[in-house]
């Protein structure tokens, strides 16, 4: 077989304007085709970056609101002061009748998103709403003092939050007062807790003694049936002989 002649690349000089035409159409339908498909990759990269980048964000956000709530407990521990390091005035807010001693935990640097992670929202007025601290913390804190019987300083349910978006400042506010020892539960909570796992309830332990009542009759029984031989000696029993005699009289 002959071998297919190569066709013969023409010069720019030759080429007429429906060539050049040609030529741009087939160059830019290439270069299309090329970005189409790199543009198309780039796609792909991008949303695998955005789904690892969501992740980095999620456990970087939720590191400083774990850090901004260890901040303001220790914040909390140091001003929770007791009568004795207080002044007149200041230690009988701790067993007043009012919300107690008022106390600040101020945390710089703090971004929105950590005020999202924190669960902090705005209400209708632009306030942030405030917080029950059993819900913000892991655990109400508390302060136990020294030879005191078990009673601690205690802090109230709930807290107030400001943010002040010029200095990135969070301000934590709250009070504390003094609380006894937990008394223990009374007897009728315990009775019914008991009733409650199955234990037998009053009316039936009161049916146990109507039985043993029912049974203590039958014991004196057998000492009437002796006594009344007794009861036969009767005057009776003295006319029986007097029928007889004069029975053997008349034969």
Not at 71 to 93: D, N, R, T, V
Not at 213 to 239: D, F, G, I, L, M
Request: proline share 8%; net charge negative; charged share 35%.
């Amino acid at each position: 077989m002959a071998p297919k002649k190569r066709e013969r690349e023409m010069a720019f000089d030759e080429m007429t304007m429906a060539d050049l035409r040609a030529l741009v159409e087939r160059n830019d339908a290439q270069h299309l085709r090329e970005a189409r498909e790199r543009i198309s990759q780039l796609e792909k990269e991008l949303a695998s970056k955005d789904g690892e980048l969501d992740k980095l964000q999620s456990s970087a956000h939720s590191a400083p609101a774990d850090g901004v709530k260890q901040a303001i407990e220790k914040q909390f521990y140091a001003q929770m002061l007791s009568e004795k390091e207080l002044s007149e005035k200041e230690g009988s807010l701790l067993r007043g009748t009012g919300e107690g001693r008022e106390i600040v935990a101020i945390i710089p640097n703090v971004t929105n998103d950590v005020l999202s992670a924190l669960a902090l929202k705005y209400d209708g007025e632009g306030n942030i709403e405030g917080k029950v601290a059993e819900k913000f913390f892991e655990a109400r804190p508390a302060k136990t003092l020294p030879n005191s019987g078990g009673a601690c300083l205690l802090l109230s349910y709930r807290m107030g939050f400001k943010y002040v978006k010029s200095r990135c400042e969070l301000k934590v506010t709250a009070h504390y007062k003094w609380s006894p020892k937990p008394k223990p539960k009374p007897p009728a909570k315990r009775a019914k807790t008991e009733e409650a796992a199955g234990a037998p309830s009053e009316s039936a332990m009161e049916e146990e003694p109507q039985g043993e009542e029912e049974e203590a009759p039958e014991v004196p029984k057998a000492p009437r049936e002796k006594q009344e031989p007794a009861v036969a000696q009767s005057p009776t029993p003295s006319r029986s002989p007097a029928p007889a005699a004069m029975s053997e009289d008349v034969e």
